[in-house]
């Protein structure tokens, strides 16, 4: 049985930072590609972050480029997500995602989910 367990997430401030992690069990980590998804109150779940299963490529939501940052360590069977200089709109329930797909990934190639974790910057 796979599984995707994310935590890390919280209450911060503006301009704070937090760290997602997802710890995979029941698959070959090392095999898939890993990304991160997000979804606000009332909207769609969108695109955050991926990372290739060999850590030799990244890519992000232009929402996010230059302030988020996907890692991995297959060692561990865990993918990160760290959050910098966070904002209001950065507000939504992050789902860790394994994929055999890279660039692009829509929400429906996606083959395993995380149950999510809630992120919250108060405006």
């Known amino acids: 049985q796979v599984q995707l367990v994310e935590s890390g997430g919280g209450l911060v401030q503006t301009g704070g930072s937090l760290r997602l992690s997802c710890a995979a069990s029941g698959l070959t980590f090392s095999l898939y590609n890993m990304a991160w998804f997000r979804q606000a109150p009332g909207k769609e779940r969108v695109f955050v972050a991926a990372i290739i299963w060999s850590s030799s490529g990244t890519y992000y939501a232009d929402s996010v480029k230059g302030r988020f940052t996907i890692s991995r360590d297959n060692a561990n069977n865990t993918v990160y997500l760290q959050m910098n200089r966070l904002k209001p709109d950065d507000t939504a329930v992050y789902y860790c995602?394994?994929?055999?797909?890279?660039?692009?990934?829509?929400?429906?190639?996606?083959?395993?989910w995380g149950q999510g974790t809630q992120v919250t910057v108060p405006s």
């Open positions: 995602a394994a994929t055999t797909q890279f660039r692009p990934i829509a929400p429906n190639e996606i083959l395993y």
